[in-house]
């Protein structure tokens, strides 16, 4: 997956929360640890294989906080700052990882700079030693900053052609403006060309810091043994963050815009209004999206789009929630001589989910179907790091993998309908499209 795409994946994470975990997992306790030095971590124990995971975030930290002139920067960082840390020059420091399987990754997405550590028991040590030292200590080093800087550029480059990423980066601009969120998350040919390593030691001083940082931790380990490694990893960290404040923002949707490109298939994104995670009825919406374009195969778009007519391979929805920002986000890829059917019956079941809603047998298979199989997401330990800071983020509650189940489940169906009538708004949807579409597009 290239990295413009993840990113639209990556807004939709606060939604995928949504999908619980199995009955065995209910059981799972989260624990809060807090170090002798005052860092919080939420852990949850697992002694079944001598695996430890450490996922965190610094919140307000991502590509929305890029200075103009200097957009790309926060990724440019999360690509350097494991390229080399203290005496470590890059060669080294990934040679330490290597011999002792060490997992140590970083990403840089609108809203937040998070990072990912995965390290066998014995090596737990050395880990958070290393991950300390990225932190607190990177290099930029000159060759490690040509090098990753060369590798943005082509990536860059590429990006230049491919129709998604073309798609990704036109929507964005369109429904944002000149709001941060509008701007590339890998920067521009231009401004990735110009930063330099006084530029990222800026971010780090500026973006890393305590109060802003967010841990969650999965595996062989107990609380008394975490305590002293969070103090060990994050103790130099500056008390206090010093990022600008990205404002609230309201897309702006209606538009239908084409970029003609000389290929066989067209991709479309679409977008609308969205609902904030925190609201009463995000399970509502949550439930009916899975009816609409969540579910796969047992989805109304697939069932319409690809198993009756065969015009698309995969077609899809979701719940975009960014921190300043909600948007209901959808895509199709599909031959230039049937993008626009696609769009007309995609249209036509945005339609019929405000006006009709749904009925009962969707609602119960809905909900079998969200507190049941797809729980599976959430067996490895790397996930569920990763989910203990996303709880941590939207502030969800520790018990949270206790309750939300419950929630979904009590979900109604006058509840769906309700939101639906609300939320769905067809007559106010961007649309994008790359490729040469045949005949008229509309929404």
């Given at each position: 997956?290239?990295?413009?795409?993840?990113?639209?994946?990556?807004?939709?994470?606060?939604?995928?929360?949504?999908?619980?975990?199995?009955?065995?997992?209910?059981?799972?306790?989260?624990?809060?640890?807090?170090?002798?030095?005052?860092?919080?971590?939420?852990?949850?124990?697992?002694?079944?294989?001598?695996?430890?995971?450490?996922?965190?975030?610094?919140?307000?930290?991502?590509?929305?906080?890029?200075?103009?002139?200097?957009?790309?920067?926060?990724?440019?960082?999360?690509?350097?700052?494991?390229?080399?840390?203290?005496?470590?020059?890059?060669?080294?420091?990934?040679?330490?990882?290597?011999?002792?399987?060490?997992?140590?990754?970083?990403?840089?997405?609108?809203?937040?700079?998070?990072?990912?550590?995965?390290?066998?028991?014995?090596?737990?040590?050395?880990?958070?030693?290393?991950?300390?030292?990225?932190?607190?200590?990177?290099?930029?080093?000159?060759?490690?900053?040509?090098?990753?800087?060369?590798?943005?550029?082509?990536?860059?480059?590429?990006?230049?052609?491919?129709?998604?990423?073309?798609?990704?980066?036109?929507?964005?601009?369109?429904?944002?403006?000149?709001?941060?969120?509008?701007?590339?998350?890998?920067?521009?040919?231009?401004?990735?060309?110009?930063?330099?390593?006084?530029?990222?030691?800026?971010?780090?001083?500026?973006?890393?810091?305590?109060?802003?940082?967010?841990?969650?931790?999965?595996?062989?380990?107990?609380?008394?043994?975490?305590?002293?490694?969070?103090?060990?990893?994050?103790?130099?960290?500056?008390?206090?963050?010093?990022?600008?404040?990205?404002?609230?923002?309201?897309?702006?949707f209606g538009d239908i815009e084409v970029i003609e490109q000389d290929i066989p298939q067209s991709q479309a994104i679409w977008g609308q209004k969205g609902i904030k995670r925190k609201d009463p009825d995000?399970?509502?919406?949550?439930?009916?999206?899975?009816?609409?374009?969540?579910?796969?195969?047992?989805?109304?778009?697939?069932?319409?789009?690809?198993?009756?007519?065969?015009?698309?391979?995969?077609?899809?929805?979701?719940?975009?929630?960014?921190?300043?920002?909600?948007?209901?986000?959808?895509?199709?890829?599909?031959?230039?001589?049937?993008?626009?059917?696609?769009?007309?019956?995609?249209?036509?079941?945005?339609?019929?989910?405000?006006?009709?809603?749904?009925?009962?047998?969707?609602?119960?298979?809905?909900?079998?179907?969200?507190?049941?199989?797809?729980?599976?997401?959430?067996?490895?330990?790397?996930?569920?790091?990763?989910?203990?800071?996303?709880?941590q983020k939207e502030d969800l509650g520790m018990d949270f993998l206790d309750r939300r189940n419950d929630m979904v489940n009590a979900v109604t169906l006058d509840d769906v309908n309700r939101v639906a009538?609300?939320?769905?708004?067809?007559?106010?949807?961007?649309?994008?499209?790359?490729?040469?579409?045949?005949?008229?597009?509309?929404?």
């Open positions: 997956m290239n990295k413009l795409f993840k990113q639209i994946a990556g807004v939709a994470f606060a939604s995928a929360l949504g999908l619980g975990l199995t009955t065995q997992a209910k059981a799972v306790e989260v624990q809060e640890v807090i170090s002798d030095g005052g860092i919080r971590a939420w852990l949850i124990e697992d002694h079944m294989n001598p695996l430890m995971t450490m996922d965190i975030a610094f919140t307000g930290a991502g590509a929305a906080t890029d200075p103009d002139g200097k957009l790309g920067l926060a990724n440019m960082v999360s690509g350097l700052i494991d390229e080399g840390a203290g005496a470590m020059d890059s060669q080294t420091f990934r040679g330490e990882m290597e011999n002792r399987s060490i997992s140590l990754s970083f990403d840089a997405g609108r809203d937040d700079f998070a990072g990912s550590l995965t390290t066998l028991t014995r090596e737990r040590d050395t880990a958070i030693d290393l991950l300390r030292l990225a932190l607190s200590e990177p290099r930029f080093d000159d060759e490690a900053v040509e090098r990753i800087r060369a590798q943005i550029v082509s990536g860059l480059k590429r990006a230049e052609t491919d129709p998604r990423d073309i798609a990704s980066r036109t929507f964005f601009a369109s429904i944002f403006g000149d709001h941060p969120y509008g701007r590339p998350v890998s920067g521009t040919l231009e401004t990735v060309a110009g930063l330099n390593a006084n530029d990222f030691r800026g971010f780090v001083r500026r973006a890393f810091a305590k109060d802003n940082l967010i841990v969650g931790v999965a595996g062989d380990i107990t609380a008394k043994e975490l305590g002293p490694l969070l103090d060990e990893a994050f103790g130099a960290l500056p008390d206090k963050s010093d990022l600008p404040t990205v404002a609230d923002v309201t897309p702006t995000f399970y509502a919406a949550y439930v009916m999206n899975y009816i609409l374009g969540g579910g796969g195969f047992s989805s109304r778009l697939t069932e319409e789009v690809r198993e009756k007519r065969g015009l698309a391979y995969g077609v899809y929805s979701y719940l975009a929630d960014l921190d300043h920002a909600e948007m209901m986000m959808g895509g199709v890829a599909t031959r230039n001589d049937a993008i626009g059917q696609s769009l007309s019956l995609i249209s036509t079941e945005w339609s019929k989910m405000k006006q009709d809603g749904i009925d009962q047998e969707e609602l119960d298979n809905a909900k079998a179907y969200l507190t049941g199989a797809f729980p599976l997401r959430f067996t490895s330990l790397g996930n569920l790091s990763g989910m203990l800071v996303g709880m009538a609300d939320l769905m708004d067809p007559a106010n949807v961007t649309v994008t499209v790359v490729g040469k579409p045949e005949g008229e597009l509309a929404f």
